[in-house]
């Protein structure tokens, strides 16, 4: 077991922890039988939406259950799953679980598939049913071995059940659910390099529109959903629109309870299921605070790819909205703290390899200018920096901005360097030079 | 040492090997999604992808070889020159990186005495870097093979490594 899961709550119960409630359940043990699933109301959503709902009615559900995409992006799901053509000649439409995992600092989706396989299988033919695919596939990272294993056994156990397969409950509905591993690039969890990558292709991002709801894997409709996101449609299913909006307990106008985490140098990094809008200061109490003698300096809030905040921004709520009104986006919603030990430009130089390894190469500012700006962090960090190297790294954050390159990868990588240059700029003029001529 | 692979040689899949990689075409709606599956069953056989198995595969696959080429030298993990018996990959992401992996990374080069990218003259380890394995609670992180190992120091690295002749 890689996470140490939910430690320091009590309390969890189905209505109060839908993601995580079974695993405590079986006092912190995967659960790899279907039996024991079954017993812990395991496909019963699945029972009830084929017997009792027409797809029409789920995709319903999830609308006015404000689900929102766990992804990064915070997409409401029930508006992503109605642009699907549900018309009689839709023809073949694909769902497609984005299991590859790889924004750094995420913990969340390996803890879901290694510990509850059934929950994300019973997840994916249920949403499966909502948009009538009969071909589903989980894009899964090809490094999680262990979740690639049980997940499979999980399918297999499924199958026999008549979970999966032909005429699934008797309803006349048939899918074929299969697990893809890939073999590794951050780019393949961007949504349309990831059906390239499924098609057997380099994981090139596409042009949207169309989007892949549209015009998808193989050309076909498709939804593409987080493993996060998707196992809590059987718990939407079972108890309700209403019961998963006022899960957040008034911290947050957003739906459902979210998995955080803590990583970086504290005492007892893990992960939480904890009502949505929670404040990152109660996330980090939990993880016992920052180890003796360290001091928080900055913090991600969910992934390199995310803007770093301050310590007075700690009682802010864990939400989209919120942590995007600060400046930064929740993003996977798994924080990283930096303390005052850290060499903070060694920690953006670290960022900065990160993406411009990554880089798919597709358009010139993203493959060029990331490297570029390694080399000048590399050198700032070693007190080498140029006059005008700052003014270099701030003109490279509106090069790769937003809507200049073909996709988010290189905005992704401008959110931390723009906001450490923000808040701590002075370290970065000590990296420059002294010019001799002044 | 390089294994030398003439790439005129034509590739012999095992009989195993081929029955897997046309039994994976079942599972898509096009052959050419079999291409990644079909690069890592060739690798399970020779720990790289050897040239002349690009030819092969695409011919199995019905697309051009240069399209399996494209495929192979893209992905992180699928190797196209030789690796040692086992391959080390060290998270060098932001997590790994606030708890301390540089050190266990300059401890493998030096104990090593190879560079990531490189083989031990043995040829007992490959070492290379990988991103975030998706156990940053638990970092340092890092696999040999397909064993993860969390929670790495300095010091336990000669236990860990002990694990792979
Ligand atoms: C560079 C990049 C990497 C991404 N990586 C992931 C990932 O590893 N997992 C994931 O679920 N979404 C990832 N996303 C977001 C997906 O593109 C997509 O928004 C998400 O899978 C949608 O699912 P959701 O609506 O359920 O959140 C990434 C996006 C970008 C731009
Ligand atoms: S921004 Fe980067 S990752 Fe995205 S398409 Fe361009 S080169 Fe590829
Ligand atoms: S950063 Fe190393 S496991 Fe996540």
């Known amino acids: 077991m ?56 789920i995709q319903t559900l999830v609308k006015e259950s404000n689900l929102r995409g766990r992804g990064g992006a915070g997409f409401p799901t029930g508006i992503k799953w109605s642009l699907i053509p549900m018309h009689e ?69 499924a199958k026999a059940a008549g979970y999966l397969g032909e005429n699934i409950l008797g309803s006349g509905w048939n899918l074929d659910l299969h697990v893809h591993t890939g073999a590794g690039r951050y780019i393949c969890g961007e949504e349309t390099a990831l059906i390239n990558s499924l098609e057997g292709r380099r994981a090139n991002p596409r042009s949207k529109p169309p989007f892949p709801q549209i015009a998808g894997l193989w050309g076909k409709p498709t939804i593409v959903n987080n493993v996060e996101t998707l196992v809590n449609i059987p718990a939407i299913i079972l108890r309700g629109a209403k019961w998963f909006r006022n899960l957040s307990q008034g911290k947050s106008t957003d739906a459902g309870t979210k998995l955080y985490g803590v990583s970086g140098r504290v005492k007892n990094p893990g992960l939480w299921e904890l009502p949505i809008g929670s404040s990152a200061r109660e996330i980090l109490n939990l993880a016992g605070g920052l180890k003796d ?58 960022l900065e390899q990160f993406f411009a390894r990554e880089s798919c190469g597709w358009c010139t500012p993203c493959r060029d200018g990331l490297p570029w700006t390694v080399k000048v962090l590399e050198a700032i960090e070693k007190n080498q920096g140029q006059a005008g190297d700052i003014e270099f790294l701030e003109q490279m954050t509106r090069a790769l901005g937003p809507g200049k390159t073909f996709c988010a990868h290189a905005p992704g990588a401008m959110e931390p360097l723009q906001s450490a240059i923000k808040y701590f700029r002075s370290e970065f003029e000590q990296g420059i030079k002294e010019s001799p001529s002044l | 040492m390089m294994e030398k692979i003439i790439a ?158």
């Open chain 1, 2 to 57: 890689s996470s140490n899961v939910n430690l320091g709550l009590n309390n969890i119960s189905a209505e109060t922890h839908p993601l995580t409630w079974r695993y405590n359940k079986n006092n912190a043990q995967p659960i790899l039988d279907l039996k024991t699933y079954e017993s812990l109301e395991g496909y019963s959503a699945l029972r009830k939406a084929i017997k009792e709902m027409a797809p029409a009615d």
């Open chain 2, 8 to 165: 005129t040689d034509r590739y012999q899949f095992t009989a195993e090997d081929k029955a897997e990689i046309e039994h994976c075409l079942h599972h898509y709606d096009d052959s050419r999604a079999a291409s990644i599956d079909a690069l890592k069953i060739v690798q399970r056989r020779h720990g790289w992808v050897p040239d002349n198995a690009i030819a092969a595969i695409a011919e199995i696959l019905g697309i051009p070889g240069s399209d399996i080429e494209g495929v192979a030298t893209f992905y992180n993990r699928i190797y196209r020159q030789p690796v040692g018996r086992n391959v080390i990959a060290v998270c060098d992401s932001i997590g790994c990186f606030l708890v301390g992996f540089e050190e266990i990374y300059s401890a493998l080069k030096k104990q090593l005495a190879i560079q990531p990218g490189q083989t031990t003259a043995d040829n007992r380890f490959t070492l290379l870097p990988i991103c975030c394995l998706g156990a940053c609670d638990r970092g340092p992180v890092l696999m040999i093979n397909d064993d993860t190992h969390f929670d790495v120091s300095v010091e336990k690295l000669d236990a860990v490594l002990e694990q792979y002749l």
């Open chain 1, 293 to 350: 003698g360290l001091e928080l300096k900055a913090w991600l809030p969910g992934g390199a790819s995310t803007d770093f905040l301050l310590p007075e921004h700690l009682d802010l709520a864990m939400d989209y909205d919120t942590i995007g009104k600060a400046g930064s986006r929740m993003g996977t919603g798994l924080i990283m703290v930096l303390d005052n030990q850290h060499n903070l430009i060694a920690a953006v130089r670290n």
């Open chain 1, 89 to 157: 000649n839709a023809g073949q439409k694909y769902l497609v679980c984005n299991a590859d995992e790889m924004e750094p600092g995420t913990f969340k989706d390996r803890m879901l598939m290694e510990n509850l396989p059934h929950q994300l299988v019973e997840a994916m033919i249920v949403s499966a049913y909502a948009i009538q695919a009969t071909r589903a596939y989980i894009f899964l990272r090809g490094e999680y071995v262990l979740a690639t294993e049980r997940l499979n056994q999980a399918i297999e156990q």
